[in-house]
């Protein structure tokens, strides 16, 4: 009640005389940067909308010709809203009706126009196609050549083929210094360092996309160097790094080592450049998880290409069953970075990916392993449902892959799980439900944002892995209303939100140029890497990296396009793959959804 009444205070404030909080706001938005909407553009008959920020006295927009010659519909704003966090005067120009494919921009009197954008069946075909794309350019030990990288063509780092067991890793058969060889992969992040956690949740959203939509990756050509073998340029990226994580198994115990590391993090240097020792650390139970999924997972996958992977479905699998035996014999080991450094050198002060809750990554591996195997002995060894919660998936907390999972597989269930599927769809349907509604009413109406919450350390995950859920709740009903919430959220990550920034580089005229990524910084040329997603606007931002510039006081505004800034605008694999899944998804689906049908609504 009390949050109500203070937004309608603000409301009334920004309709009376100059909106009080918009007045001491750091940014005064006006022209292209005041009119926020999705840069790409819009699907013919899916929702169009755009924001226009800041005070003005509302009326009529224009929909224009590219060439501005042409008015082809007219509407009206709506009445002024402000923004839930930042109370920043806002209202919407929704042209939902029209949906004449074509190059159009927007012109609100007094305020300017809008960035050009299209109205077409395929709108993100191409962003699609990049955010996988995106980690090509991630990958360590393989030069990118101008044939397929393009300006941003690079000599390989990193090969990875001698890298030393870290104390804090040492075995009776490995002793510390032990060399071993651990190539391929990806970098993390803006960072050159290879996590196993993180690869996880990054690797079963890969995995998903191709699960649920196989028919829309076997078309897609990335021109990647293995884009002319018979196997979908997905898998084939996605290989890069299972190959990794296949070394990152002790062949003696299956534990698996925690991340693969230098001790402290690389200038902002080329990655050939970049040539200090690396080591694996402690093995953990949260990597064994991760992997133990992944492993299971990708058997099941590649398993329909015995011929290009021969052998390799099974050797995932015991891979799989070994990593998990370890963590049944070991189910708490934390990986600890601040003890581990009292114990052992060298210090190592790269990212911890340090989760203190192993129960949903049991929950994750128990899913995967069962759903491959059939074997009920997977299902039972853990509680599915240990409380209420349906927690976003995130690299802490993955019970919802495990859940998408077996409602993915439900037509191929033993009883044991089968029992459970009511229950599993039914929090999945709440989860989406939550989601959609007051969606529409908030004042960028998108899914994401409309909570100070959802402002995080990569938020722009968040956003993704809302639209992730909204799509699995189409693939359970059929029900469109979850599709085109998954898309409001897309309409987010391409430029609808509180900052105007597209936030994957490359894609929108107004995207992120500067993210904290060392190729982008060091490669010397202007434009960004493309297709990689901005971790995105964090209300903790400005204390976390204490990068100069912040001047925005609401979390909704917390974001720096300048490369200092690693809390608001680093990359990060767990992050460009929800992008994957979602705008993959969302292609895949158009026409069933209606949304790039020509003809009727
Ligand atoms: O470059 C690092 C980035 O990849 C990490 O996400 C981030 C947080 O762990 O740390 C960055 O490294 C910074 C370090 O933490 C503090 N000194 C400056 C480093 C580079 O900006
Ligand atoms: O994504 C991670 C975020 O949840 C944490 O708050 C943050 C600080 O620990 O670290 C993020 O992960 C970084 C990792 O530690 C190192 N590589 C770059 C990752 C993205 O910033």
């Excluded at 939902?96 to 960035?115: A, H, K, M």
Aim: aromatic share 10%.
């Amino acid at each position: 009640m009390r949050t109500f009444s203070k937004a309608l205070t603000g409301a009334f404030l920004c309709l009376s005389f100059s909106c009080a909080n918009a007045q001491n706001s750091p940014q005064t938005v006006k022209g292209q940067e005041a009119i926020r909407l999705n840069q790409l553009g819009f699907y013919p008959n899916a929702s169009k909308i755009a924001v226009v920020v800041g005070e003005n006295k509302g009326g009529k927009f224009f929909l224009k010709s590219a060439d501005k010659a042409k008015t082809v519909y007219t509407g009206q704003l709506s009445e002024v809203k402000p923004a839930e966090l930042s109370k920043r005067p806002t209202r919407v120009a929704d042209f939902s009706d029209f949906s004449t494919p074509g190059t159009y921009v927007l012109e609100i009197p007094e305020v300017g126009r809008s960035y050009t954008f299209e109205i077409k069946p395929d709108v993100h075909k191409g962003v699609a196609a990049a955010s996988i794309k995106g980690f090509y350019y991630q990958r360590t030990a393989i030069d990118l050549p101008e044939k397929y990288a393009g300006k941003w063509h690079r000599p390989a780092g990193h090969p990875d083929t001698k890298v030393l067991v870290h104390p804090s890793a040492a075995s009776a058969q490995r002793p510390a210094g032990t060399v071993i060889s651990s190539p391929l992969g990806w970098y993390d992040a803006g960072d050159y360092n290879k996590y196993i956690v993180n690869s996880g949740i990054t690797m079963g959203t890969m995995l998903s996309a191709y699960e649920d939509f196989p028919a829309f990756y076997k078309t897609q050509n990335l021109n990647i160097p293995e884009s002319n073998n018979t196997v979908p340029d997905l898998l084939d990226e996605v290989m890069w790094n299972l190959r990794w994580m296949q070394t990152m198994q002790d062949p003696n115990d299956g534990g698996v080592y925690h991340k693969l590391t230098n001790p402290s993090f690389d200038g902002m240097v080329m990655p050939n450049k970049a040539t200090n020792p690396r080591y694996v650390v402690q093995k953990s139970t949260a990597a064994a998880l991760d992997f133990a999924a992944v492993m299971a997972q990708a058997s099941r996958v590649y398993k329909n290409f015995p011929k290009e992977f021969p052998g390799l479905a099974d050797s995932c699998l015991t891979a799989a069953v070994r990593a998990w035996e370890w963590a049944q014999k070991n189910p708490k080991v934390l990986y600890e970075q601040e003890a581990i450094n009292k114990s052992f050198d060298p210090d190592i002060s790269t990212g911890t990916y340090g989760d203190r809750d192993v129960s949903d990554e049991f929950i994750w591996a128990a899913a995967e392993l069962y759903a491959t195997t059939k074997q009920d002995k997977y299902y039972t060894a853990v509680s599915i449902f240990p409380d209420a919660n349906m927690p976003l998936p995130s690299w802490p907390q993955v019970r919802l892959l495990g859940y998408y999972t077996l409602l993915r597989h439900k037509d191929n269930l033993s009883p044991a799980a089968q029992k459970d599927l009511p229950e599993l769809k039914k929090r999945l349907l709440q989860l989406a439900d939550d989601m959609v509604t007051g969606a529409n009413q908030g004042a960028y109406r998108t899914v994401m944002g409309r909570v100070a919450q959802d402002y995080i350390w990569g938020s722009s995950s968040v956003a993704a892995n809302q639209g992730i859920t909204l799509v699995q709740a189409y693939l359970q009903t059929g029900d469109k209303k979850y599709l085109q919430a998954a898309l409001s959220n897309l309409d987010y990550l391409l430029g609808r939100n509180a900052v105007g920034y597209s936030f994957v580089t490359g894609y929108g005229d107004k995207a992120t140029m500067n993210p904290h990524h060392r190729p982008s910084i060091a490669d010397g040329i202007k434009e960004p890497v493309p297709g990689l997603l901005s971790g995105g606007t964090n209300g903790q931002a400005n204390k976390q990296d204490k990068c100069e510039g912040y001047t925005a006081t609401s979390p909704d505004e917390m974001y720096l396009d300048v490369d200092c800034s690693y809390a608001s605008n680093e990359i990060a694999i767990n992050w460009n793959a929800p992008l994957v899944y979602l705008a993959g998804a969302v292609e895949a689906l158009q026409q069933k959804a209606g949304f790039a049908a020509r003809s009727g609504k």
